[in-house]
C-alpha cells in the first residue's frame, strides 16, 4: 500500500460493526441487563447508541440512573454477552485484507468494546493474533469521537497519524480517527 510520498506505516481498525457484525448480539445483550434493573430498551433506541460507549448512551436514555445503576446494567450486560456471540457475524472481506497485509504492516485494534467482551469476539473470530496494539474502551478515558484510542495506539505502534489508515463503521468512529490526524476508509455495512 503506497500513498503519494511515502507507504502506509500502520493500519487501524474497529470492532464492532467494522470487522465483525455485533449489533443483534449487543442489542440482545443490553436488552436483557436493561430488563435485569427494570427497564425496557427498543430497537430504535438502541439503534441511536450505535458506536458510543455504554457509560454515555446508558445515562442518555434513563434519564436520572444513578452512576451505580449503570455500572449495574454495564456489569450484566457484560455478563450476558457471551451467551449471544453466536449471533456476531465476520466481515470476511475485510478480515481477508487483515490477515494479507498483518504480516507486512503495523496493526491496531481500536474499539470502545471492553476488554472481557472484547477479548471473546476476537477469539471467537480467530482474530487474536492480527494485531500489535489493541487499545479497548476500558483502558481510556474518553471514549471516540474522542482520539485519545487512535492518539494511544498510533504512540504504541510508533507510527506517524498523517502515514497510517483507519477503517471505521460509525459516524463517532470516524470523528475520533479524523481528530488523531489519520486518513479513514469508512466501511460499509456487510
Not at 480467530?126 to 498510533?154: C, I, M, N, Q
Amino acid at each position: 500500500m503506497t500513498r503519494p510520498g511515502g507507504s502506509v506505516q500502520a493500519l487501524l481498525f474497529d470492532l464492532d460493526g467494522t470487522l465483525v457484525d455485533t449489533r443483534e448480539a449487543n442489542f440482545v445483550a443490553y436488552r436483557e441487563a436493561f430488563a435485569e434493573s427494570g427497564h425496557e430498551l427498543t430497537p430504535e433506541q438502541f439503534a441511536g447508541t450505535w458506536g458510543r460507549d455504554s457509560r454515555d448512551f446508558i445515562p442518555d436514555l434513563l434519564p436520572g440512573i444513578d452512576p451505580g445503576g449503570v455500572d449495574t446494567i454495564r456489569a450484566a450486560k457484560s455478563r450476558l454477552y457471551a451467551g449471544v456471540l453466536h449471533e456476531t457475524a465476520a466481515n470476511d472481506a475485510l478480515i481477508a485484507f487483515l490477515r494479507l497485509v498483518a504480516p507486512t504492516h503495523r496493526t491496531a485494534l481500536v474499539t470502545t468494546a471492553k476488554s472481557g467482551n472484547g477479548r471473546q469476539i476476537l477469539e471467537t473470530h480467530g482474530l487474536t493474533p492480527l494485531f500489535d496494539v489493541v487499545v479497548w474502551g476500558d483502558e481510556v478515558t474518553r471514549s471516540k469521537p474522542d482520539p485519545e484510542g487512535y492518539l494511544r495506539a498510533l504512540e504504541l505502534l510508533g507510527a506517524d497519524a498523517s502515514a497510517s489508515l483507519a477503517f471505521e463503521d460509525s459516524e463517532t468512529g470516524r470523528q475520533a480517527a479524523l481528530a488523531a490526524g489519520l486518513m479513514v476508509l469508512e466501511v460499509p455495512h456487510f
